[in-house]
Nanobody
């Protein structure tokens, strides 16, 4: 059983930056593709970005491309989401997820993930 714990959320002004972290435990981190999703108030959860188990393949939602960067550190069992040029529409609870199947390839579909963190709130003020 994998446990995922997100951190790094908070309040930031538009144009600012935040770095989210997701620490994994209880499993073999290097075998999981990882993803970040977000859910804004009153909206459905949406895909943000994902990364393969090797770190060599990433997919980004068009809305964050060029502003957000995902990375992973195998030594720390942690995946990061660097968010720059934040906009008020980025306000949401951000969730980290791990996928144990599909040969470690990154997945945009939330149903392909087996484990989820509790989420961390990001609020971007205008």
């Amino acid at each position: 059983q994998v446990q995922l714990v997100e951190s790094g959320g908070g309040l930031v002004q538009a144009g600012g930056s935040l770095r989210l972290s997701c620490a994994a435990s209880g499993g073999t981190f290097s075998s999981y593709a990882m993803g970040w999703f977000r859910q804004a108030p009153g909206k459905e959860r949406e895909f943000v970005v994902c990364i393969s188990r090797s770190g060599g393949i990433t997919y980004y939602a068009d809305s964050v491309k060029g502003r957000f960067t995902i990375s992973r550190d195998a030594a720390k069992n942690t995946v990061y989401l660097q968010m720059n040029s934040l906009k008020p529409e980025d306000t949401a609870v951000y969730y980290c997820a791990a996928s144990s199947k599909y040969y470690g390839l990154p997945q945009r579909d939330s149903t392909k993930y087996d484990y989820w963190g509790q989420g961390t709130l990001v609020t971007v003020s205008s």
